[in-house]
């Protein structure tokens, strides 16, 4: 049986694996340790407001991007451009970021994990409220044994790669949209969950990515679509919904190359109904497969230049505490 999660599990959940189309979870999540450590219960939006300001004011002076669509900018970036060139106020950009970074955005969506609020949040809000309150879930953060420096490492460095992937996607703009589970380019919209089936046979039930128990299931392109442009079944994996979005369309460790073209060996040996279309794709020796398959893994790379998690070596498989959170969310049957 599961022990429930700890503080720091939740805390960590969030900021390693919550959703991000933005960087400001890793922002909100940094000013909330600030306050906790410091002895803080309550904070006024103002006060937060201003805070969440004058951080974006000091982390855009590298100019990353803060979000991934091509030609806009967070509501954030786009007070501090006014501020910058003389055209508001401090004080006037705060009323902004209150209402509509904080208030109607980054606050509603902090305490949510894989889609699911979770059951112990980090602090009470309601859009119109003229405060947070911080709940005991984050004050005993700082009670915890775990040094501050720690957990603000772990932020610091999520934001460092989000803000990577984000000026990647701006030079290579991401084409597929895997939520959805549908492939979208100019010409073309084609659905993959029809594939199951055909796909689930060899993975037993089994994400290709954790190795844990198949639900939500979605289908994957390996080396991302983003990058090669094709649906051939020979890229094709189910795994988590999950494990689908942390990986979004980053490259994954050659470990999951590896497994992959023995994967398509095991079709090819066993005769299964996708046998010719992987050879024809691929090659017809297992030589030739196997390179014609590193060659796109490798021109993926260089297309792409982001690994997933930003580690070459990344497996979600050894990474405990994704893990508990797969196994946390689990249907229980």
């Known amino acids: 049986m599961m022990h429930s999660p700890e503080p720091e599990n939740y805390w960590r959940g969030v900021i390693l694996f919550g959703r991000n189309s933005s960087t400001y979870k890793m922002a909100l999540g940094k000013l909330l340790l600030g306050y906790s450590y410091s002895g803080l219960?309550?904070?006024?939006?103002?006060?937060?407001?201003?805070?969440?300001?004058?951080?974006?004011?000091?982390?855009?002076?590298?100019?990353?991007?803060?979000?991934?669509?091509?030609?806009?900018?967070?509501?954030?970036?786009?007070?501090?451009?006014?501020?910058?060139?003389?055209?508001?106020?401090?004080?006037?950009?705060?009323?902004?970021?209150?209402?509509?970074?904080?208030?109607?955005?980054?606050?509603?969506?902090?305490?949510?994990?894989?889609?699911?609020?979770?059951?112990?949040?980090?602090?009470?809000?309601?859009?119109?409220?003229?405060?947070?309150?911080?709940?005991?879930?984050?004050?005993?953060?700082?009670?915890?044994k775990i040094e501050k420096n720690s957990l603000e490492s772990e932020i610091l460095g999520r934001w460092d790669l989000l803000e990577h992937a984000y000026e990647r996607t701006r030079i290579a703009p991401l084409s597929v949209d895997e939520r959805m589970e549908y492939l979208i380019n100019a010409e073309d919209r084609k659905v993959l969950t029809p594939l199951i089936p055909m796909i689930e046979g060899y993975q037993q039930g089994r994400c290709f990515y954790c190795g844990r128990?198949?639900?939500?299931?979605?289908?994957?392109?390996?080396?991302?679509?983003?990058?090669?442009?094709?649906n051939d079944v020979w890229n094709l994996v189910l795994a988590h919904a999950e494990c689908n979005e942390q990986k979004s369309d980053s490259i994954p460790s050659k470990l999951f190359i590896d497994r992959l073209i023995l994967r398509n060996e095991y079709y090819i040996s066993s005769s299964h109904p996708l046998k010719d279309?992987?050879?024809?794709?691929?090659?017809?020796?297992?030589?030739?497969?196997?390179?014609?398959?590193?060659?796109?893994?490798?021109?993926?790379?260089?297309?792409?230049?982001?690994?997933?998690?930003?580690?070459?070596?990344?497996?979600?498989?050894?990474?405990?505490?994704?893990?508990?959170?797969?196994?946390?969310?689990?249907p229980k049957i």
């Open 277 to 330: 279309e992987i050879i024809r794709k691929t090659g017809n020796s297992s030589s030739m497969r196997k390179n014609e398959i590193y060659r796109q893994y490798r021109d993926a790379y260089q297309y792409k230049g982001r690994f997933w998690r930003g580690d070459p070596s990344y497996n979600p498989e050894e990474d405990k505490e994704f893990i508990y959170w797969i196994e946390y969310y689990a």
């Open 213 to 230: 128990p198949l639900y939500d299931i979605h289908v994957d392109h390996v080396i991302p679509f983003s990058a090669i442009h094709h």
């Open 41 to 144: 219960d309550r904070i006024s939006l103002d006060d937060l407001a201003s805070d969440f300001l004058s951080l974006y004011i000091e982390r855009t002076e590298n100019n990353h991007p803060q979000q991934g669509v091509m030609g806009r900018k967070t509501i954030v970036e786009h007070q501090i451009d006014l501020i910058r060139h003389g055209d508001r106020s401090f004080d006037s950009a705060v009323e902004v970021v209150k209402a509509q970074a904080l208030s109607n955005m980054v606050l509603v969506k902090f305490n949510n994990l894989f889609g699911t609020k979770i059951s112990k949040p980090f602090y009470s809000f309601t859009p119109g409220d003229s405060e947070i309150t911080l709940n005991a879930n984050l004050l005993r953060l700082s009670d915890s």
